[in-house]
């Protein structure tokens, strides 16, 4: 399985910004595509964005035009920029790849959008 490890979560005020990153042990990044979800307490995983290897992204409905996902294959690392933030973004936000049917995750980090 490919490790995957989240970064830059934290506490943000209503209208911030925060840039999450997701750096993946792959020789093979470049093939895959890679996929940012959620969940927030007491409610169900949510994709929320995804970028194939080519490049091009789809966004949930409740994230677009105020979430970015991005790549850099050479630093094996892709992006969630996330600016706008409301209450509802709070959640554990978790990095995915599927690897021949095989599902890899992060740990997940914490964004927590409160005044």
């Known amino acids: 399985q490919v490790q995957l490890v989240e970064s830059g979560g934290g506490l943000v005020q209503p209208g911030g910004s925060l840039k999450l990153s997701c750096a993946a042990s792959t020789t093979f990044f470049s093939v895959y595509t890679m996929n940012w979800y959620r969940q927030a307490p007491g409610k169900q995983r949510e994709l929320v964005a995804r970028i194939i290897s080519a490049g091009a992204t789809t966004y949930a409905d409740s994230v677009k035009g105020r979430f970015t996902i991005s790549r850099d294959n050479a630093k094996k690392t892709v992006y969630l920029q996330m600016n706008s933030l409301k209450p509802e973004d709070t959640a554990v936000y978790y990095c995915?790849?599927?690897?021949?049917?095989?599902?890899?995750w992060g740990q997940g980090t914490q964004v927590t959008v409160s005044s």
């Open positions: 995915n790849l599927v690897d021949r049917g095989a599902a890899s």
